[in-house]
């Protein structure tokens, strides 16, 4: 019979999971559990299985068996271990891992998600479950659900989409893209109304950093790539923040700070291409030069007022204010 410990962290792994989708940047479902604790399915305009095993009181070859049955199912994007920190546990998982990338099945090690787990963790005394809870909560967020659901999004991916000088144009640009495709730099510059150059510019930019991908080592027919896709719906939810219509949404706001967005201290008061601009003395405002989340804001506050942008809904129902 499984441990309080075991219980506790199986379960938590999904409630932290179904927790965060309540951003709208992507929606849960339990799965089949088959061999495994735990398994859900998250999904956007696709779906990815995770599924995971926790280790409390499993000696060396439960270790072995547990990888093993994680590692071998083809259908899991993300294998998820919930292990209980020793130095046994750590030595015999290192082996099996190091085994791993001498055999065949090396890739599928780029799926192995290992959080471990104090080993003097006791289920039954509260406080302790809290704050596992909580840093499990931030590490399955950080390392786990933004690389499963958000491409890997880093913040510095955030800043170096948001720090264009050009208010609105990455926004712009990457949402047409999207919506339309890329076929031809002239056509795509006279749709929207921007100069071929700078159109070229802001592209090159948007490869550079990542936003957007291609078959071809230094661009050409441009695709968003994942983060790209993250991005446009991070936007999206900014832009509902702005309007009033995302409400309360700490899961979203909790998404956000990992990612480096502060959202809720951009000042906001002037509306449209205001948004970011700070009042710093009688009648005189100021842009907050040095503030990545200003400029984010400004740029979804100026596709706004384009008119240009498609914004992706959210994967959930908004909750009413």
Sequence with gaps: ?????????????LQIMQQVSRSGLYTYKEGARKLFDFSCDLAKDWSKAISGQTLWTHNRD?????????????????????????????????????????SPMRDRLSRLRVFWIPGDFDADDEKARESTYTNLK?????????????????????????????????VVIISHIKS???????????????????????IQRLFVSGTLESDYLTGGIYRLSERGHAILDLCARLHDFLDGTLGENSEFEYVAKILGIDYRNVPIDLGGNGVGYRLVGPNTYQFDYENPSAFLLNHVAWAELAGAVDWPAPFFTLPTI
């Design 180 to 202: 339309h495709g890329f076929d031809n730099m002239t056509r795509m510059a006279r749709t929207l109304g921007i100069s071929t150059p700078i159109l070229k510019e802001e």
């Design 1 to 13: 019979m499984p441990s309080p410990e075991h219980e506790f962290l199986s379960d938590a792994a």
């Design 62 to 102: 439960g270790i072995d068996k547990d990888l093993r049955t994680l590692l071998t199912d083809e259908e899991v994007s993300a294998a998820v271990y919930i292990a209980r920190h020793s130095t046994t546990n750590k030595a015999r998982v290192g082996e099996i891992v190091s085994a791993y990338r001498n």
């Design 138 to 170: 931030e590490e399955i967020t950080r390392d786990l659900l933004l690389y499963v659901t958000l491409g890997g999004l880093t913040a510095d991916d955030v800043i170096r989409f948001a720090t264009s000088t050009r208010p609105g144009y990455p």
